[in-house]
Nanobody
């Protein structure tokens, strides 16, 4: 059973910073890309950052220069450093990972964390 466990959300004032973490646990063969998505009330879920197992990152223009995604050396934990937070960054943030469950299974499956609330408000 693979699980993604997130932490680090909370309430912060505009201009503040938060750091989200997400760790994959359980039994699996490998993890390729990992990323963070967010969903605000009444809006569709959107990607805010992604990182490949080779360290290539990607961000939408809305967060570029403010958010930084990274992974630990083992590749099982992904971080999202969020600086210069704005009220429009308020949303539930979800961790995503493409995981290959077994060596004999030549296919990655998407897994999601439970979500962590980020609220930016004065």
């Amino acid at each position: 059973q693979v699980q993604l466990v997130e932490s680090g959300g909370g309430l912060v004032q505009p201009g503040g910073s938060l750091r989200l973490s997400c760790t994959a646990s359980g039994t699996f063969f490998s993890i390729s890309a990992m990323g963070w998505y967010r969903q605000a009330p009444g809006k569709q879920r959107e990607s805010v950052a992604s990182i490949t197992n080779g360290g290539i990152t990607n961000y939408p223009d809305s967060v570029k220069g403010r958010f930084t995604i990274s992974r630990d050396n083992a590749g099982n934990t992904v971080f999202l450093q969020m600086n210069g937070l704005k009220p429009e960054d308020t949303a539930v943030y979800y961790c995503n990972a493409n995981i290959r469950p077994k060596a004999a299974v030549i296919l990655d499956y998407p897994y999601w964390g439970q979500g962590t609330q980020v609220t930016v408000s004065s």
